[in-house]
């Protein structure tokens, strides 16, 4: 069964930069679509951008369109989340997922302990 662990959180001023990563291993990691979500406090968890089991395709939520870009190198059983330009209503924990296709929501399984990003104005 895959485990997904998450990490590069931080605290930075608007306008800043975040790489966030998420290692993940089991004998099917190749074949998965991978999320990354955030929740504020208060608020629902959201989709934030998701990428094909192979790296071909890539999906973001509208917030995150041209200021953010996920990717993968299945070698290393990694998925990362490049975060520019960031605003203090990108502060949220952030986890990474299996999602489905093309719902693009959870595939199912637990929740990690995500990476906290704060970003202060």
């Known amino acids: 069964q895959e485990q997904l662990v998450e990490s590069g959180g931080g605290v930075v001023q608007a306008g800043g930069s975040l790489r966030l990563s998420c290692l993940a291993s089991?004998?099917?990691?190749?074949?998965?679509?991978v999320g990354w979500f955030r929740q504020a406090p208060g608020k629902e968890r959201e989709f934030v951008a998701g990428?094909?089991?192979?790296?071909?395709?890539?999906y973001y939520a509208a917030s995150a369109k041209g200021r953010f870009t996920i990717s993968r190198d299945n070698a290393k059983h990694m998925v990362y989340l490049q975060m520019n330009s960031l605003k203090p209503e990108d502060t949220a924990v952030y986890y990474c997922?299996?999602?489905?296709?093309?719902?693009?929501?959870?595939?199912?399984?637990?929740w990690g302990q995500g990476t906290q990003v704060t970003v202060s104005s």
């Open positions: 997922s299996r999602i489905r296709i093309p719902t693009l929501t959870p595939g199912g399984g637990s």
């Open positions: 990428i094909s089991g192979f790296g071909d395709r890539t």
């Open positions: 089991g004998r099917t990691f190749g074949t998965y679509a």
